[in-house]
């Protein structure tokens, strides 16, 4: 039935328990939490060219200083050295993704009974000390093993994808869901492209001129100021604070109810679709950073730390802008959805300019064909985040980081495979496996849009609710309330 406007709004307006406040201080909760998005993706991201070049540079025994190195030189020499490089930053990444998925089954109902503030605290822990061990392996020259010391100590934390839970559900529970939220969390994806080419380009000059020491200790600096306005300036979103569950089978079940429990079969059946995009999302893009930068380092390009630092800061930036201004306008001519499939297509393009690329132009058409790549993941965050009840936003949250750090360590495992495979031969391949994988996310968007329109997967809600607020539930849910 169609509830009367008069009975109707009572329970509309009605305010949960964990509702915020009208005094709520909203601009300064986006400022705060903004900034430690950009610090922390600083400090964690950012510092991977420094990884990635170091390793290379201690593997070339040939290399001089930071300047000067072997390509151009020998190209069996330098094959050798780029399958090194790429299956040890795949070891690296494989310790700190499998700790880190454990870890993140807590995180999420952690964060929706204690806060989120806790949230961001623990992988802000976590980046610190990896930042601080990497200082340490560089200023000494120490074994290359301690770098698995620093990836597993991040993944105890819950790495990026534990930082990825708290900035997500933070933003879900200051917005209320429509297409703003999918702004929102657009925004911050892009202030976590923004923050990370910041970082490349800075990295590129600091490792120019003075060499790979000085990057670490400024991510270091950048790790403990965030730890610090994490403590004293973010306010907290959760109100009513629960006793966390410290037993397993039950923090699983909470993260992965969404899919098999609790709600129809074919909104179940969108939530297992919707996962399958975000993972062949995450699995298509996510490997694609280290190993890019080795790709660049070698032949035919031969480029230097300067230049990967400008080309990762442009294709970053310019697809931050381009994917908001987009978005914006097509969210008035289609639905989500179809935007999703659009940015797969773009994909599509740029991976496959990639693998043919042989000259640095060419290289360098790859941002422009490639604009609009991105917009996948926060759309499909944005559309399960929509599905999902206010006081469930955490869990659901981690039960998406837990896929990403799944699909981070297939992507870098596949990525690297392929690449030391068929270096030798034909060094592009790895970006023509990247263009299929963008294809099998448009498949699933597809599936996801046909499912959808089978029956309604969204929560009833009214622009009158209140922000944050848990009192919308499933359309019949409501209409029974009301009967």
């Excluded at 690296?92 to 807590?106: E, P, R, W």
């Excluded at 200023?139 to 105890?156: E, M, R, V």
């Excluded at 969390?185 to 003075?210: D, M, N, R, Y």
């Excluded at 917009?375 to 006081?391: C, D, E, G, N």
């Amino acid at each position: 039935m169609k509830p009367e406007e008069d009975s109707a709004t009572p329970l509309l307006k009605r305010r949960s328990q964990n509702s915020l406040s009208v005094d709520f201080p909203y601009v300064r909760a986006w400022l705060v939490s903004g900034t430690l998005v950009v610090f922390y993706v600083m400090a964690a991201f950012a510092i991977l060219p420094v990884i990635s070049q170091y390793v290379v540079h201690r593997i070339d025994n040939r290399t001089i200083d930071n300047t000067t190195s072997s390509c151009g030189k020998d190209d069996s020499h330098e094959q050798e050295i780029q399958k090194v490089a790429s299956s040890l930053t795949l070891y690296y990444s494989l310790v700190g993704g499998s700790v880190a998925v454990l870890t993140n089954i807590y995180i999420g109902p952690l964060s929706d009974a204690v806060g989120r503030k806790t949230i961001f605290l623990i992988p802000a822990l976590g980046i610190l000390a990896k930042d601080l061990i990497i200082t340490f392996i560089v200023y000494y020259n120490l074994n290359l093993n301690y770098f698995y010391l620093a990836y597993g100590i991040d993944g105890l934390s819950g790495s990026y994808f534990a930082i990825f839970v708290a900035m997500f559900s933070y933003s879900a529970d200051v917005t209320v869901p429509g297409n703003s939220r999918t702004i929102a969390i657009t925004i911050l994806e892009g202030c976590v492209a923004v923050a990370s080419s910041a970082g490349q380009l800075a990295t590129g000059f600091l490792i120019k001129f003075v060499g790979f020491l000085y990057p670490a200790v400024m991510f270091v600096s950048l790790s403990g100021l965030n730890l610090v306005i994490v403590f004293f300036l973010l306010p907290e979103t959760v109100t009513v604070k629960t006793k966390p569950s410290i037993s397993p089978l039950k923090n699983i079940k909470k993260v992965f109810g969404f899919y098999f429990s609790g709600a129809s079969i074919i909104k179940r059946c969108a939530y297992l679709i919707a996962l399958g995009v975000f993972f062949f999302g995450v699995v298509t893009i996510l490997g694609r950073s280290t190993l890019e930068t080795i790709y660049q380092l070698g032949e035919p390009f031969c480029w230097d730390s300067i230049k990967i630092g400008y080309y990762g800061s442009i294709r970053l930036t310019a697809a931050f802008i381009f994917s908001i201004i987009a978005l914006k306008i097509l969210q008035y001519f289609v639905r989500e959805e179809v935007i999703g499939i659009i940015s797969c297509l773009a994909s599509v393009s740029g991976f496959l300019l990639e693998g043919f690329a042989d000259t640095s132009l060419m290289m360098y058409l790859v941002p422009v064909a490639s604009l609009f790549a991105t917009a996948v993941i926060p759309i499909t965050r944005a559309t399960m985040s929509k599905m999902t009840l206010p006081s469930q936003q955490g869990a659901l949250f981690a039960s998406i980081a837990i896929v990403e750090a799944i699909g981070n360590s297939a992507s870098y495992t596949l990525y690297n495979s392929v690449y030391n495979a068929t270096v030798e031969y034909y060094r592009g391949i790895v970006w023509f496996v990247m263009a299929g994988l963008a294809l099998v996310t448009a498949v699933f968007l597809l599936t996801f849009i046909w499912t959808s329109n089978k029956g309604n997967i969204y929560p009833c809600y009214e622009a009158e609710l209140t922000i944050n607020d848990d009192n919308y539930g499933n359309c019949e849910d409501l209409d029974n309330d009301l009967a």
